[in-house]
């Protein structure tokens, strides 16, 4: 139930909001390296620890790599962590990401979506993340700033309970750099919510023990006699872990709208029974999207808006409910996975796949390296698709792109 | 968190023309602000994406409604564009989709109709270079214009009133800087020349 809560609104862009919201999440270790467009977030922490307000270790790392490293330390001594990033500084973290998850560190990584080279970008889309989407961290992604605040403090309560780290994921320039109201929660409230980050295991020199082995194929009896996982044992956890957190993840969405008053599931799903006709997209698009299909209902299309939160787990449950009545479904990506399609349309494929729904899916490749995606754009790609499904309804192999060839 | 857009309710649109340096970006978080102080729900201020020069061509917009913005792309067709340089003006661009009924702002020591600009749009002028400089604005050798330009914005405009400007430009700038920047409001907004 949503309560009736004293607003305290600022006007503010996403890195502010993503900085805050680890201050207010209490974070103790931050390891970060300056990279457009994330670099105004890590000033803003690293002046926070300078100025005394924020009661942590700021580790100036000499590239994304170490930072993750540094990141994977901390986390394993008991401390909270946080860092951020963008495209090439993600991608170079890639080798240490996996390790995060395989370690089961419950770490925070921003990442402030922005294309990768070359050739050489600095601008938004999704490449960056999507790029990572196997190394087992959960990802969630933001359409607004008020979200980059709630989810970074909602990641690490997440994170916590089921030992997977968490990458949030906004898009950069169009949130990072945009300044719109966000309301600050309470550090009180933050705190309550949030409870104090306890380790399952902790690295402890007083208590030396020995982990991380090389762990073979194959469960073997430890020194205590007791038999440990193979390395296929511990992967499969993993999986499991991504698996049973859709609950997780609602419930602390339901568990911050009762000491906040804002409501959050695994994706945004706007209930309009009447449309056959469904728009999905990811990040601040899916809010672009809502304008676009409320341009099409005064056309007299009717036309739903699926925007996609949790990409990892990619809750396919939650989603066939919504697409139940689908007939054409339109999904745009702000990225793609060479000679195949955007990593989303595959997703809604996939979860479509054994289902009694058999709608029609067309794919559009949109807005990379900054390409500005305008609703209008939107509008008329969904007329197209509704066009073509006058040729065949059966789906195309390949995605279309937006641009200019 | 269901989110309805609202056509009807289309968010005023204001793009800002300035030169790297000038404070483009800055004006159009501060329009943003007071905006919101007055009542607006929705309020977005954003620099154009990219890689900015000092001294090169550079603009900003602003997004101002009763709802939440819900508009992510780039400003098409701005209700406002305001000019801190009118150096600008020979860029078709700056006036770029500006619609009848709007306001074109410019900061020139010239009268609206003597800016040679046609359009079905509405012009005001103030000469805010000239203001500044009289009262010392000054950083780096640099006229600090984007401030006094807000003076005309808002005469032209009514988007808020000086209370409430002043109110924001009190949150944002320090006292040491925030008189000599509320007198440049002032006196730009005194100047100022409308043509309808």
């Known amino acids: 139930m949503a309560i009736q809560k004293k607003s305290n609104i600022h006007i503010l862009d996403g890195n502010q909001a993503a900085a805050i919201a680890a201050k207010l999440s209490r974070v103790q270790v931050i390891a970060a390296y300056p990279i457009t467009p994330q670099t105004p977030l890590t000033e803003q922490l690293s002046q926070y620890v300078e100025a005394g307000e924020l009661q942590a270790e700021y580790v100036a790392v000499e590239s994304e790599h170490s930072a993750m490293a540094v990141c994977t330390s901390a986390s394993l001594v008991g401390a909270r962590t946080f860092t951020a990033t963008s495209s090439h500084g993600l991608a170079y973290m890639h080798e240490m990401l996996h390790w995060a998850a395989g370690a089961r560190l419950p770490i925070v990584l921003a990442c402030v979506n922005r294309a990768i080279g070359a050739p050489w970008n600095v601008l938004n889309d999704q490449q960056d993340s999507i790029s990572q989407r196997d190394t087992g961290w959960i990802q969630i992604y933001c359409r607004n700033n008020q979200e980059i605040m709630d989810t970074v403090i909602q990641a690490y309560r997440i994170a916590e309970i089921v030992h997977v780290p968490v990458m949030v994921c906004y898009d950069g320039y169009i949130l990072s750099h945009t300044e719109m109201p966000v309301d600050i929660p309470d550090q009180k409230d933050v705190d309550r919510y949030l409870p104090p980050y306890k380790p399952h295991t902790v690295l402890d020199p007083a208590n030396p023990k020995n982990y991380n082995l090389v762990t073979l ?74 304008v676009a299909a409320d341009m099409l209902r005064e056309e007299g299309i009717r036309v739903g808006v699926l925007g996609l939160r949790v990409f990892r787990p990619f809750p396919k449950s939650d989603v066939v409910r919504a697409l139940r009545k689908s007939k054409l479904i339109v999904v745009f990506d702000k990225n793609i996975s060479y000679g195949s399609e955007g990593a989303t349309c595959s997703e809604i494929k996939s979860a479509l796949y054994g289902t009694y729904i058999n709608a029609s899916i067309r794919n559009f490749i949109v807005g990379l390296g900054g390409r ?34 | 968190m269901a989110q309805k857009s609202s056509l009807n309710n289309r968010p005023l649109e204001i793009r800002w023309h300035g030169r790297g340096g000038q404070g483009a970006i800055t004006a159009a978080k501060i329009i943003a602000q007071a905006a919101y102080v007055k009542g607006y729900q929705g309020v977005t201020a954003a620099p154009s994406f990219g ?34 340089d009118h150096t600008l003006l020979k860029y078709p661009d700056v006036t770029q989709g500006l619609g009848k009924n709007g306001w074109l702002v410019v900061n020139s020591p010239l009268p609206p109709k003597e800016l040679g600009i046609k359009g079905e749009f509405n012009i ?56 000599i920047n509320l007198a440049a409001i002032n006196k730009t907004h005194e100047i100022t020349k409308l043509a309808k």
């Not at chain 2, 603009?59 to 780039?74: F, G, K, M």
């Open chain 2, 51 to 84: 890689a900015e020069r000092r001294g090169a061509p550079v603009s900003a917009s602003t997004r101002i409604s009763h709802e939440p913005v819900l508009v992510v792309s780039q400003v098409e067709n701005p209700d406002i564009v305001v000019v801190l």
């Open chain 2, 124 to 179: 005001a002028t103030a000469d805010a270079t000239k203001v500044c400089q009289d009262l010392g604005l000054i950083v780096a050798g640099l006229v600090i214009v984007n401030t006094a330009i807000l003076g005309a914005v808002i005469k032209a405009t009514r988007i808020v009133d000086l209370p409430t400007l002043e109110k924001v430009m009190r949150e944002r700038f320090s006292n040491s800087t925030v008189d």
């Open chain 1, 217 to 290: 194929a194959n469960p073997r009896v430890g020194v205590d006699g007791k038999l440990c996982h193979g390395y296929m044992e511990l992967r499969y956890l993993l999986q499991e872990a991504l698996q049973n957190s859709r609950e997780t993840i609602l419930q602390a969405g339901k568990e911050f709208n009762e000491v906040f008053g804002r409501d959050y599931a695994n994706m945004f799903w706007e209930d309009r029974e009447d449309a056959e006709i469904i728009i999905v997209a990811m990040g601040s698009l899916a809010m672009e999207a809502i």
């Open chain 1, 372 to 405: 500005d995606v305008k609703a209008r754009e939107l509008v008329d790609a969904t007329r197209k698709a509704i066009a073509s499904l006058k040729e065949t309804v059966i789906n195309p192999d390949y995605p279309e792109w937006i641009c200019q060839i």
